[in-house]
């Protein structure tokens, strides 16, 4: 029986917030690449974002309501392309609400053993005026979050401090104060 035991895959149910953007296909293959082990389970979540519904003209709603539709199939077909070409089993969840606590709610429904996130990389101004769903993730999660964060900025925060000489290497434009890099 010993032997049964020491060849039982361990399981992982693994929460990726998707959406279309450059960021969440970071985070997606930062997980592929680093992190994926054999028997994970992904759950793969989408919150879409209704605000433009919410402010459309009567006359406009359900145009946009199908849009938004044609883009989840597509993201959903993208999306299980992939994990289906890597040998990885799971499923896409459509979740509705505010993007963190929607992930979190997703979570902890499936039982997940962690979450994984990409950011956008917002300074500390913007993300106090427009929120972060990753730092709402890494707040309030009961299971471990990873937060992957492309680093495309490096090159240019190089840059502007050889053109523009009031800052020295040590010091960071006001946009990113607070940053960890």
């Known amino acids: 029986m010993a032997m049964m035991d020491s060849l039982a895959v361990e399981r992982r149910i ?13 985070a997606f293959n930062f997980y592929l690449t680093e992190i994926k082990k054999n028997g994970d389970i992904l759950i793969l979540v989408y919150v879409p974002e209704y605000h433009k519904v919410v402010q459309a ?15 989840t199939c597509k993201l959903v077909k993208r999306y ?7 040998g990885l089993t799971g499923k896409m969840k459509q979740m509705s ?7 979190i709610e997703a979570a ?12 956008r990389g917002l300074g500390k101004v913007k993300r106090t005026f427009l929120g972060s769903v990753s730092d709402y993730c890494v707040h ?3 299971v471990p979050v990873l937060v992957c964060k492309r680093d495309h900025h490096k090159h240019d925060k190089h840059h502007k401090h050889h053109k ?18």
């Open 108 to 119: 902890i429904e499936e039982n997940a053993d962690m979450i994984v996130v990409g950011t």
């Open 140 to 142: 309030h999660s009961p």
């Open 80 to 86: 299980s392309d992939r994990m289906q070409a890597v």
């Open 14 to 26: 693994v929460v990726i917030a998707v959406d279309d953007s450059d960021h969440s296909e970071f």
């Open 97 to 103: 609400g505010k993007p963190g606590e929607a992930i």
């Open 57 to 71: 003209h009567p006359g406009t709603v359900s145009q946009l309501i199908k849009e938004e539709e044609q883009h």
């Open 164 to 181: 523009n000489d009031e800052h020295t290497d040590d010091e960071q434009p006001d946009d990113n104060i607070g940053d960890i890099h």
